[in-house]
Nanobody, 116 residues
Framework: QVYFVESGGGLVQPGGSLRLSCAASGATISKFVMNWYRQAPGKERELVATIDPEGRTTTYPTSARGRFTIARDNAKNTVYLQMNSLKLEDTAVYYC?????????WGQGTQVTVSS
């Protein structure tokens, strides 16, 4: 199994930026597709970014609106999410995970709060 520890969240004003980190342990994720998800209270979990194992291809849903960028550093066993031009609706707990383990092992996530 693998463990994920998300960090980098915090309180930011609309239009601000945050860089989230996801440190993996228990397994090497260099061969994993990695995703970032978010979940706001009362809403379903939403996929916000995905990256292939080599970091060559990234995919984003419409909700990302070109504002989010996922990246990875396989040497550090870490995945990142750069979030720019943040909006109120981006407020959520952000998680990283991989379909490799059927999304069974979730970390604590990191809280992102966008508020004026």
């Amino acid at each position: 199994q693998v463990y994920f520890v998300e960090s980098g969240g915090g309180l930011v004003q609309p239009g601000g930026s945050l860089r989230l980190s996801c440190a993996a342990s228990g397994a090497t994720i260099s061969k994993f597709v990695m995703n970032w998800y978010r979940q706001a209270p009362g809403k379903e979990r939403e996929l916000v970014a995905t990256i292939d194992p080599e970091g060559r291809t990234t995919t984003y849903p419409t909700s990302a609106r070109g504002r989010f960028t996922i990246a990875r550093d396989n040497a550090k066993n870490t995945v990142y999410l750069q979030m720019n031009s943040l909006k109120l609706e981006d407020t959520a707990v952000y998680y990283c995970n991989s379909p490799t383990y059927g999304l069974r092992y979730w970390g604590q996530g990191t809280q992102v709060t966008v508020s004026s």
